[in-house]
């Protein structure tokens, strides 16, 4: 059974940083033929885009609202895919989920609805 582990949340003080870890397991699963990417939801509202990293790695999309201070990384080998947060805001507290398919597109990698696997999430709360 594939399934995908969040780890790295916690509280931080406004303008720390965290750095959040998707670990996939699962006899045959690799993370090298899933697009993989982070989502967020804060209480009361839709879960929203945050990143995502194609399947080789060598391509990374963010929302453009953190830009600069979001970046998604993976390793294959390690079959995890990181979200290093920088410089972080009350705002993005939230609880982040990361999520992984193996037919996302340019065009689909922001819709939550498109993604095949998710884990339980992490809460991440930002004290300011």
């Known amino acids: 059974q594939l399934q995908l582990l969040e780890s790295g949340g916690g509280l931080v003080q406004a303008g720390g940083s965290l750095r959040l870890s998707c670990y996939a397991s699962?006899?045959?699963?690799?993370?090298?033929?899933?697009?993989v990417a982070w989502f967020r939801q804060a209480p009361g509202k839709e879960r929203e885009f945050v990143a995502c990293?194609?399947?080789?790695?060598?391509?990374?999309y963010y929302a453009d609202s953190l830009k600069g201070r979001f970046t998604i990384s993976s390793d294959n080998a390690r079959n995890t895919v990181y979200l290093q947060m920088n410089s972080l805001k009350f705002e993005d507290t939230a609880v982040y989920y990361c999520?992984?398919?193996?037919?996302?597109?340019?065009?689909?990698?922001?819709?939550?609805?498109?993604?095949?696997?998710w884990g339980q999430g992490t809460q991440v709360t930002v004290s300011s």
């Open positions: 699962g006899r045959t699963f690799s993370f090298a033929t899933y697009a």
């Open positions: 999520a992984a398919d193996s037919a996302i597109t340019v065009a689909t990698m922001a819709d939550p609805q498109e993604y095949e696997l």
């Open positions: 990293i194609s399947w080789d790695g060598d391509d990374a």
